[in-house]
C-alpha cells in the first residue's frame, strides 16, 4: 500500500509559476513510475506527465511541454511538478499517482492516487 499526499495548489495569475509536491508513504517509493495527471470541471481525467523509476526518463503531454517540469527525489519519497508560464487552461484538481508497471499515460493503469490539489490560473 502506498500513500499519496499532494501540496502546493493554489490561486496564480497567468504567466506565473507554482511547484506540486507529492509525498509518498508505504511501500519502497523508488519501485514506482511516478504521474501526474489533472481534471478540470465536466472533463475527463487527463495525463500531465510522468517520470521512471531512477528519474531518467520523463513524459508529458503536449501542451505542457516545455512549461512543466516533473522530478522525484527518492531519498524523500516526494514526486514534484514544477509548472511555469501557467494558462488559464491549466486550471484543474491535479493528482499524482504511483504505477508499478503499465502504460504511462493511461490512468487505469496506475495502482494508487492522492487526494488531488486544486490549480486555479486567473487571466
Known amino acids: 500500500q502506498v500513500q499519496l499526499v499532494e501540496s502546493g495548489g493554489g490561486l496564480v495569475q497567468a504567466g506565473g509559476s507554482l511547484r506540486l509536491s507529492c509525498a509518498a508513504s508505504g511501500r519502497t517509493f523508488s519501485l514506482y513510475v511516478m504521474g501526474w495527471f489533472r481534471q478540470a470541471p465536466g472533463e475527463e481525467r487527463e495525463f500531465v506527465a510522468a517520470i521512471d523509476r531512477n528519474n531518467e526518463n520523463t513524459h508529458y503531454t503536449d501542451s505542457v511541454k516545455g512549461r512543466f517540469t516533473i522530478s522525484r527525489d527518492n531519498a524523500k519519497n516526494t514526486v514534484y511538478l514544477q509548472m511555469n508560464s501557467l494558462k488559464p487552461e491549466d486550471t484543474a484538481v491535479y493528482y499524482c499517482?504511483?504505477?508499478?508497471?503499465?502504460?504511462?499515460?493511461?490512468?487505469?493503469?496506475?495502482?494508487?492516487w492522492g487526494q488531488g490539489t486544486q490549480v486555479t490560473v486567473s487571466s
Open positions: 499517482a504511483a504505477m508499478s508497471s503499465g502504460i504511462y499515460y493511461y490512468s487505469g493503469a496506475y495502482d494508487y
